[in-house]
């Protein structure tokens, strides 16, 4: 089955995936700068308690809409 996908794959979407992961990697690097410098700069404890209870929160609101 391996052998098969491999023989399918073409390197146009090697480097489409490869674009696509460092976009991504990329884009939460951003998030995650901008949260440390604006969610309680000051407090880096705090700040992390907050971004674990916001995602939290998010991911539970998330998960309930149907």
């Given at each position: 089955m391996m052998e098969e996908m491999f023989r399918r794959?073409?390197?146009?979407?090697?480097?489409?995936?490869l674009i696509a992961s460092i976009a991504?990697?990329?884009?939460?690097?951003?998030v995650w700068n901008l949260m440390d410098k604006f969610l309680f700069p000051e407090n880096f404890i705090i700040s992390q308690?907050?971004?674990?209870?916001?995602?939290?929160l998010l991911l539970l609101l998330l998960s309930r809409i149907k």
């Open positions: 794959t073409k390197a146009k979407d090697v480097v489409l995936i991504i990697v990329g884009f939460w690097r951003g308690v907050i971004s674990i209870v916001i995602g939290t």
